[in-house]
T-cell receptor
Framework: GQQVMQIPQYQHVQEGEDFTTYCNSSTTLSNIQWYKQRPGGHPVFLIQ?????EVKKQKRLTFQFGEAKKNSSLHITATQTTDVGTYFC????????????FGTGTRLKVLA | DSGVTQTPKHLITATGQRVTLRCSPRSGDLSVYWYQQSLDQGLQFLIQ???????AKGNILERFSAQQFPDLHSELNLSSLELGDSALYFCASSHDSNYGYTFGSGTRLTVV
């Protein structure tokens, strides 16, 4: 079945450093979503990417969908302590399935 | 408040017992999704309902079942509970599969 992997699993950065998490699907995706889960919280929807090669920005966050629609990345510029949490990608498989498969997540810690 | 209501927030029960988790989706959302998140783990998709009908199934155990009622609220029933069923169970809703999910705050189940 469809698998979605993320790397790295954990990342510690100094405040002000950049951070990137990568998401790879075993199958071609119709679209991909990104979520953030703060410690002790629930996942919160950040963004959805649909088109091949699509790039979207939200302030310091840049999201990219690969040309082959099998991978995606989230880049945070100049991290802040408020960026702490686990970032999940979630892919919807191309071909009519309705469910999103969540990636394994990348836990980000930001050291002040 | 995300608009998705899950009850109860915490549940402690013994092995072999049966519990019911309840979810009320955000107003206007027709789809309900159930996910299981074990300690420090990712989100495992269990099942999806759309407007009362089962639409997609994930790795849901036979001991688990769910349904969505005419008023669109959903219940997840877990029976013959085992220690390994201890986890955070999230419900999420969306208008349809092309929109991001809105997650509830989860039910933390502890089986002792």
């Amino acid at each position: 079945g469809q698998q979605v992997m993320q790397i790295p699993q954990y990342q510690h950065v100094q405040e002000g450093e950049d951070f990137t998490t990568y998401c790879n699907s075993s199958t071609t995706l119709s679209n991909i979503q990104w979520y953030k889960q703060r410690p002790g919280g629930h996942p919160v929807f950040l963004i959805q990417l649909v088109k091949s090669g699509e790039v979207k920005k939200q302030k310091r966050l840049t999201f990219q969908f690969g040309e082959a629609k099998k991978n995606s990345s989230l880049h945070i510029t100049a991290t802040q302590t408020t960026d702490v949490g686990t970032y999940f990608c979630a892919g919807r498989e191309r071909g009519g399935t309705y469910k999103y498969i969540f990636g394994t997540g990348t836990r980000l810690k930001v050291l002040a | 408040d995300s608009g998705v209501t899950q009850t109860p927030k915490h549940l402690i029960t013994a092995t072999g017992q049966r519990v019911t988790l309840r979810c009320s989706p955000r107003s206007g959302d027709l789809s309900v999704y159930w996910y299981q998140q074990s300690l420090d783990q990712g989100l495992q998709f269990l099942i999806q309902y759309y407007n009362g009908e089962e639409r997609a199934k994930g790795n849901i155990l036979e001991r688990f079942s769910a349904q969505q009622f005419p008023d669109l609220h959903s219940e997840l029933n877990l029976s013959s509970l085992e220690l390994g069923d201890s986890a955070l169970y999230f419900c999420a809703s969306s208008h349809d599969s092309n929109y991001g999910y809105t997650f509830g705050s989860g039910t933390r189940l502890t089986v002792v």
